[in-house]
């Protein structure tokens, strides 16, 4: 089975940075043509234009997860999607002793309940047109902890539910919902403190010593998206090198 998304209608939030932008790209490499989805329509716009200039089929459409009238027009003015990558994420840190509730409430905001407005449009468009694929980009952080994100890490810990949840209410829409978990890619945001010592020290603390790079997501990224992945739902996808395996 190739892992390929010829005919497929693909959208991805979050798309105007970081992973977003680079999932958006994968996919279209892979044969889907692929809408941007962010707020600020103007950076997804070129990023789609950009792909257009590559070959491939690329649209970019104006999406704030948070707010529900945003979500409805953009599944709305469209066909369903065969798969959408619920990507859009922020990080929030900070101590917890000292984080207001409001901060903490943006993060879930974005993170949790984004994720779930943006499943259900795209479940009842995909369940009406027979099935596809969503990918929710949870974290490693969803799964263990650190220090100073807490919002952080309870919001991924609730998308891992959340996609189990889900997949056991939309199998038998032939909605597929699956998480995958980065661990600590290295771009452009964070490369100034992975050479600290800090820094450093976390790299040695994941078993393959090494960062992650976003091309290794690539791989995985399209198993779940793809009908490779068909008898995949419920699942919980870490790429990290081994770091959540790491000893005690
Ligand atoms: P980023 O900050 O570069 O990208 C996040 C994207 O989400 C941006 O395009 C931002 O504009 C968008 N976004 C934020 N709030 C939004 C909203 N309300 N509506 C629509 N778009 C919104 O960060 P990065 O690193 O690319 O993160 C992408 C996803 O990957 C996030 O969910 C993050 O939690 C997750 N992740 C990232 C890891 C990393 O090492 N970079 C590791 C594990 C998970």
């Not at 999932?23 to 600020?40: D, I, N």
């Not at 953009?74 to 509730?101: E, K, R, T």
């Not at 969803?142 to 056991?168: N, W």
Request: aromatic fraction near 4%; charge should be negative; proline fraction near 2%.
């Amino acid at each position: 089975m190739e892992l390929k998304l010829q005919g497929k209608r693909a959208l991805v939030t979050g798309a105007s940075s970081g992973l977003g932008l680079h999932f958006a790209g994968v996919l279209a490499g892979a044969g889907a043509e692929v809408t941007l989805a962010a707020r600020r329509l103007a950076k997804v716009e070129k990023a789609a234009e950009a792909l257009t200039g590559a070959g491939h089929t690329a649209h970019a459409i104006e999406l704030d997860v948070t707010d529900p009238a945003s979500v409805s027009a953009a599944f709305d003015a469209a066909p369903a999607y065969d798969v959408v990558i619920n990507n859009a994420g922020i990080s929030g840190s900070g101590a917890a002793l000292h984080m207001d509730v409001a901060e903490f409430e943006r993060v879930i905001d974005t993170n949790l309940t984004g994720v779930f407005s943006v499943a259900q449009a795209a479940a009842r468009g995909m369940s009406e047109a027979g099935g596809g694929a969503i990918v929710n980009i949870a974290s490693i952080l969803g799964l263990r902890v650190a220090g100073h994100v807490a919002a952080y890490t309870a919001s991924k810990a609730a998308v891992i539910q959340l996609t189990k949840a889900l997949a056991l209410e939309w199998a038998r829409h032939g909605v597929r919902v699956n998480a995958l978990c980065p661990g600590y890619i290295e771009t452009p945001i964070n490369a100034d403190f992975f050479d600290t010592d800090a820094g450093q020290a976390l790299i040695r603390r994941i078993p393959q010593r090494r960062l992650g790079q976003l091309g290794d997501l690539d791989g995985p990224l399209l198993l779940l998206a793809s009908d490779a992945s068909s008898y995949m739902t419920g699942s919980v996808v870490a790429v990290d090198g081994g770091h959540l395996v790491s000893g005690l």
